[in-house]
């Protein structure tokens, strides 16, 4: 890990947003050799969320990022004896997927990952609770400047945000597209303890519905539940005690291994989010000296389990990007940046376009209705 004090000369970069794009970026550009410090907004015992998937193109920008050896040891699910198969609302499977077909796929507690992350940002200054709002982006002749809640301001050669899906960065950059709701929410758990799924794990298709189903490392297992709804539709809203309630009703028909992963999952551990996405893809990722990284720049649902891989592509790229930069010797190593920024949209807002869309379709079929695929069919 490279000292991040801020040394004369050195690059000084702002992380805004400690989550799983902002810290991967902000261990890998220390890794690179730059002065690095994060601003998160939430406390350091914030961890939402339930479990994340990753798939080989993640373990391409851990190598990028100087984080693979580590990364390697992640222990993760499913088990080599975990069968991929899709099945319908009633149980019977409908698509086996053969070995060679397999996605490699590693899925782990966000918890998990969130730690190991932060041990890989270990010597770079995390400022938990602490909201801060671009002023300034920047540009060839000026710093970009920062300000937080208590009115202090900061400069910096570089700021990457990645502030999540409604960032407030993008709408300072004037890059935010606005939102579009995906017309359908999700339900989200772990088991509290080991759970049996028969030794198989995917996604189930319903009509309007899909429910799926990924054993951990430690024998939990990681459900989710898609189900097509109106927006801001809440268990509150419908009379119900719980989230954890709504699910169980939503999908009470289905086969009783459903019932018994929601059943199995504590109440305060059910999350429920509604699923949206850019409106649009963006065309550039930066204004300035200010780049936009995670779901700040490319926001799409999870129907490719891509969100987290595309944020970690991210923080891959610019670390190339700064440690081609530095190994070149400039004298003002911040001098550049606009020009580096440049290529980082070059390089990453295309692919992110496509994936954007194509999760897009992906959730537009799955959640297509079906009659002959309804309970009891």
Known sequence: MADNSTERGALRIAVIGGGIAGLAAAAGLANAGAAVEV?????????PGAGISLFP???????????????ERLSHGPGAGVRTVMRRPNGKV????????????????????????????????IHWDTAVTVDDDGGPHRRAMLTAADGQQSSWDLVVAADGLRSA?????????????????????????RADTGGMAGEDWGSRQRFGTVPLADGRVYWFAVATKAEGRTA?????????????????????????????????????????????????????RVALAGDAAHAMTPDLGQGAGAGLEDAAALTALVRTALAGGAAEPGADVVGLLERYSRLRAPKAARLLRASRLMGRVAQRERKAWRPGA
């Open 236 to 288: 509150a809203a419908e009379g119900l005690a719980s989230e954890k309630e709504a699910a169980a009703l939503e999908f009470a028909d289905w086969y009783p291994g459903v019932g018994a992963l929601i059943a199995g999952t504590d109440e305060a551990d059910v999350l429920r989010h509604d699923l949206y996405d850019l409106a649009r893809p963006l065309s550039v990722f930066h204004r300035g």
């Open 39 to 47: 601003f998160e907004r939430s406390s350091r015992d914030s961890v």
């Open 169 to 193: 960065t993008r709408r300072f950059l004037s890059l935010d597209p606005g939102l579009r709701y995906a017309g359908y929410t999700a339900w989200r758990g772990v088991t509290r303890g």
């Open 94 to 125: 409908v698509l086996p997927f053969p070995a060679w077909a397999r996605p490699k796929v590693r899925m782990f507690h966000r918890s998990a990952l969130r730690e190991f992350l932060l041990e890989s940002c270990r010597g770079v200054p």
């Open 57 to 71: 193109n993640s373990r391409a920008a851990m190598r990028t990022l100087g984080l693979s050896d580590g990364y």
